[in-house]
């Protein structure tokens, strides 16, 4: 996922498995030379239910404290958070 700077929240599905196959980067949810991002990273859905989401992206590199960009934007999908 990718979360603009409007807290849009962009998804898409990972082709491959990592470095070695093909994979959809983070930059190609967004598009552009240069996109601007508030927050890049790994979103989890099991039986249409989001599990998780982390910071993990190779291409932006957000600090830790980015991850408050994606608890702020996930928080309008809660119908489709996991309870814990």
């Known amino acids: 996922y990718v979360i ?5 929240i962009i998804v898409g ?7 070695n196959g093909m ?3 983070h930059p190609t949810l967004i598009g552009g030379i240069d996109p ?3 927050m890049a ?16 992206s190779g291409h932006y590199r957000p600090n830790k404290l ?3 960009y994606a608890d702020d934007a ?11």
Not at 13 to 19: L, S, T, V
Not at 74 to 84: D, N, P, S, T
């Open 23 to 25: 994979q959809t980067p």
């Open 4 to 8: 603009d700077t409007n807290g849009n």
């Open 36 to 38: 601007k991002v508030k």
């Open 66 to 68: 980015s991850i408050k």
């Open 74 to 84: 996930f928080k309008k999908y809660k119908k489709f958070m996991e309870e814990k």
């Open 41 to 56: 990273g790994m979103l989890h859905i099991v039986n249409g239910k989001i599990t998780s989401y982390d910071d993990r």
């Open 13 to 19: 599905k990972r082709n491959g498995n990592g470095r």
